[in-house]
T-cell receptor, first 112, second 109 residues
């Protein structure tokens, strides 16, 4: 069975640009969560989506947004990129209400 | 505010030795997770602890949860080099998941 997939694997952007990251959950999983992991730190929760609705939001500015599609895949959008947005962005999927979530390989974003 | 604190942040062990990583948290949540992360890789789920007194073991790793003390421990028995990685604990509370800063474990021969 395919696990959680994310694209692209790596991305280099310039300050002020916009980026879109994509995530496909494990088949049957309807809940997707996004995390930001800055080098040397633990992941920080950004968003959780279930059935195309936002169900949870971490302490991130409005430059960060996300959506979930009818096939349960998800996009994370970041506008007006800052150097501090450089991080590994992780997507995780789960059955709604399940305690277990499964992480994708991540997208490494570098902002120069 | 939900806070999760791990210690130590860095741990250098010799093969064959035992050690414990501690995770303190500030919420009343009783869902506690342990993850492993290898350099440049994603997170691998190790344990999910759901109730007070829960204990789970897998190979040389054993995790326990004391919800009254808001403390979880990850005990490493007879460490081997393959256990070298960063270990995170995380607590789930109202659709928010908070991670500790991680414990970077190095096992030396």
């Amino acid at each position: 069975d395919a696990g959680v997939t994310q694209s692209p694997t790596h991305l280099i952007k310039t300050r002020g640009q916009h980026v879109t990251l994509r995530c496909s959950p494990i088949s049957g999983h309807k809940s997707v969560s996004w995390y930001q992991q800055v080098l040397g730190q633990g992941p920080q929760f950004i968003f959780q989506y279930y059935e195309k609705e936002e169900r949870g939001r971490g302490n991130f500015p409005d430059r960060f947004s996300a959506r979930q599609f009818p096939n349960y895949s998800s996009e994370l959008n970041v506008n007006a990129l800052l150097l501090g947005d450089s991080a590994l962005y992780l997507c995780a999927s789960s059955f709604w209400g399940s305690y277990e979530q499964y992480f994708g390989p991540g997208t490494r974003l570098t902002v120069t | 505010e939900l806070k999760v604190e791990q210690n130590p942040l860095f741990l250098s062990m010799q093969e064959g030795k035992n050690y414990t990583i501690y995770c303190n948290y500030s919420t009343t949540s009783d869902r506690l997770y342990w993850y492993r992360q290898d350099p440049g890789k994603s997170l691998e789920s190790l344990f999910v602890l759901l109730s007070n007194g829960a204990v789970k073991q897998e190979g040389r790793l054993m995790a326990s949860l004391d919800t009254k003390a808001r403390l979880s421990t990850l005990h490493i028995t007879a460490a081997v080099h393959d256990l070298s990685a960063t270990y995170f604990c995380a607590v789930s509370d109202n659709n928010d998941m908070r991670f500790g800063a991680g414990t970077r474990l190095t096992v030396k021969p």
